[in-house]
């Protein structure tokens, strides 16, 4: 595993909220190709991590190297743009479009019409909205909810929500695809069929970062494993290692159940 | 109405715009005719507030930013109007170049204004654009000392009206024998203008750009998440919106031959949100049927309240003024208690709301 060239490096990333310590310097390498996870307890900052990685909390220090380069956070579009896309702990769909404008808004990014393209339809324009649109259905197909494309987005169903999230992703043809929790309240049998999807995209060359509380999913799919608790990396390793590892066990025992509400405000 | 089928059949979509395209040009000399003067500007004011709530749409409709004081475009794009074709500077430039400028300066100020409200929404935005559509009022009401500017509260008068050349809408004109008179020839300019409007919005709503817009208003931070820059986009809805406000107060200018600042208050900015509101919010048919209605169903009262009152009681119990705002109020209610979409919601908003009682 270890041959593989990396694709993303944070090093010493912090988050402060007043006082609350979110992210207490959190140093990881993501490998191209790999699924890796990160996991902790609730409020461990896995989540605040991820929006720091997507620009959409300013960290108090710290860098991250994404595909060579320093990436530049201060603006979610400008990571976007480098090649990075998530989804949502609690989806965040655009909930009165429907499902195939929700992946084309997703190729916003990559393509160009303006104002002045859009009022003249120029042959240029025309060309494009047809690739946005066939691209659009292309990965809805992908992600099996191309029957539900003129559906609105809030009329889905919870898991085929989590699928449009992730063709929305797609669409903006991302080299890392963070997943913040995507198997949160489903089914064993969805579970699975996410499972296989995630899989399918690895093998699509994409690589994928993902957070997630279902610990036989984590084990199952992940190339190597990084825990967070209190904002602090205690752990990175395959996942039978991880697994084995006195602190990891520590850190989910000896932690007291906490409102799953908590890590929306501190996570 | 199934507008997958009718668009299927051609034949019958092209004979419904022939006639609406019929009953356009000839209803200046019918309601001319039938109605009188009087209706006729009336009509022509509803052309104008078609364009306003059409730009303000794009703003508060699309982007979803409460925009509390739009009427402020309206006004830049009057006083620029008034000020470059009046006698007031002794400046008479040409409709060719102060329409389009008029609407490129009426853009930039909608960017501008728009620029310090970017990181915020609902009642916030709304309270600061409409302290931005006041200080634009007070200014045109101010700026007449120490450098005499905008003449003040006296407003500016004897504008020209619009003319090309020597075609000036202002005489009578005589196109292939008939004679237009001066109110139905701006009804076509008016109309004109107004059909280029709902043009580019309908191609602006169909777009990359209008998809971002709708994206910013269902949910800003997944937006910023798929790569759409949501400064660049909200500003451009700014600027875009007040593009058409600025072209609608020009015309505006060009028609009355006179512009105040009282032209430009709070009301106007609330009408316009109304129209907007009633009509069916990010639906260009709604929008333009709140326009009409808005513009219409006021004045019609008007009219009425004063005979009306007479024939019932005799005498004139109620002043029809106040009267008209009761009952514009009550017409609000029932509408927003009965139609909260709006009067002629798209048909998306309509499935929300459908899905939403389950």
């Known amino acids: 595993m270890s041959e593989r060239p990396l694709l993303l490096e944070a090093r010493d990333v912090a988050k402060h909220f007043g006082g609350v310590k979110a992210l207490r310097g959190v140093s990881l390498t993501i490998r191209q190709g790999e699924i890796y996870g990160l996991i902790g307890p609730n409020g461990a900052g896995k989540t605040t991590f991820f929006n720091c990685l997507t620009g959409l909390y300013v960290p108090n220090g710290g860098s991250i190297v994404f595909d060579g380069a320093e990436l530049d956070t201060s603006a979610p579009h400008k990571v976007a743009a480098r090649g990075i896309a998530r989804t949502f702990q609690n989806i965040r769909l655009f909930a009165n479009m429907t499902a195939l404008e929700n992946v084309m808004v997703g190729r916003h990014q990559r393509t160009r019409a303006g104002v002045f393209g859009a009022i003249f339809r120029t042959p240029a324009t025309k060309a494009e909205e047809a690739a946005i649109q066939r691209r659009a259905e292309e990965l809805l197909h992908y992600v099996g909810i191309a029957d539900r494309a003129q559906d609105l987005a809030k009329h889905l169903s919870y898991g085929d929500q989590r699928r449009l999230e992730i063709a929305r992703a797609l669409a903006t043809e991302p080299r890392l695809l963070a997943l913040d929790e995507p198997a949160a309240g489903m089914n064993a049998s969805e579970t699975g069929e996410l499972r296989t999807l995630i899989e399918g995209i690895r093998k699509d060359g994409i690589t994928v970062l993902l957070i997630e509380h279902d610990v036989k999913l984590v084990m199952g799919l992940c190339d190597r494993v990084a825990v967070l608790d209190y904002g602090e990396k205690i752990c990175e390793d395959v996942p039978a290692v991880v697994q084995k590892d006195p602190r990891v066990i520590t850190a989910y025992l000896g932690a007291e159940a906490q409102p799953a509400g908590s890590e929306v405000a501190h996570g | ?358």
């Open chain 2, 1 to 358: 109405m199934n507008w997958n089928t009718l668009k299927h059949d051609r034949r019958t979509l092209w004979a419904g715009y022939a006639a609406i395209g019929i009953v356009l040009a000839v209803l200046p000399f019918l309601v001319g005719a039938g109605l009188g003067n009087a209706w006729l500007r009336i009509l022509n004011f509803a052309m104008l507030y078609i364009m306003l709530a059409l730009g303000l749409n794009i703003v508060v409709g699309f982007a979803g930013l409460l925009d509390l004081g739009y009427i402020a475009f309206y006004a830049v794009g009057a006083y620029l109007y008034a000020l470059l074709a009046s006698p007031h500077f002794g400046l008479h430039w040409p409709v060719w170049a102060i329409l389009p400028l008029g609407a490129v300066v009426a853009g930039g100020a909608g960017a501008l204004l728009g620029a310090p409200t970017l990181r915020l929404r609902g009642d916030y935005l709304a309270i600061v654009t409409l302290g931005f559509g006041e200080i634009i009022r007070i200014f045109m009401n101010n700026l007449n000392a120490p450098i005499n500017i905008t003449n003040g509260p006296q407003g500016i008068s004897s504008i020209d009206p619009f003319h090309i050349g020597n075609v000036t809408l202002a005489k009578p004109l005589v196109v292939a024998g008939i004679t237009v008179p001066s109110l139905h020839a701006y009804y076509y300019l008016f109309l004109g203008l107004a059909l280029v409007i709902i043009f580019v919005t309908i191609r602006l709503e169909d777009s990359r750009i209008g998809r971002a817009w709708v994206a910013i208003r269902e949910d800003e931070i997944a937006a910023k998440a798929c790569g759409i820059n949501v400064r660049n986009i909200k500003l451009l809805a700014f600027a875009m919106g007040a593009t058409f406000g600025g072209v609608a107060g020009g015309l505006f200018a060009s028609f009355q031959g006179f512009v105040s600042p009282e032209s430009f208050g709070l009301m106007e900015s609330v009408m316009v949100l109304c129209m907007v509101v009633l009509g069916g919010m990010g639906h260009i048919p709604g929008v333009i049927l709140g326009g009409i209605l808005l513009t219409i169903l006021p004045e019609a009262f008007r009219h009425a309240a004063v005979p009306l009152q007479q024939a019932v009681f005799g005498k004139v119990v109620v002043d029809p003024e106040s009267l008209r705002m009761l009952l514009f109020g009550l017409a609000l209610i029932v509408v927003m208690l009965y139609r909260p979409a709006g009067l002629w919601p798209s048909a998306t908003r309509k499935r929300e709301l459908q899905g939403g009682s389950k």
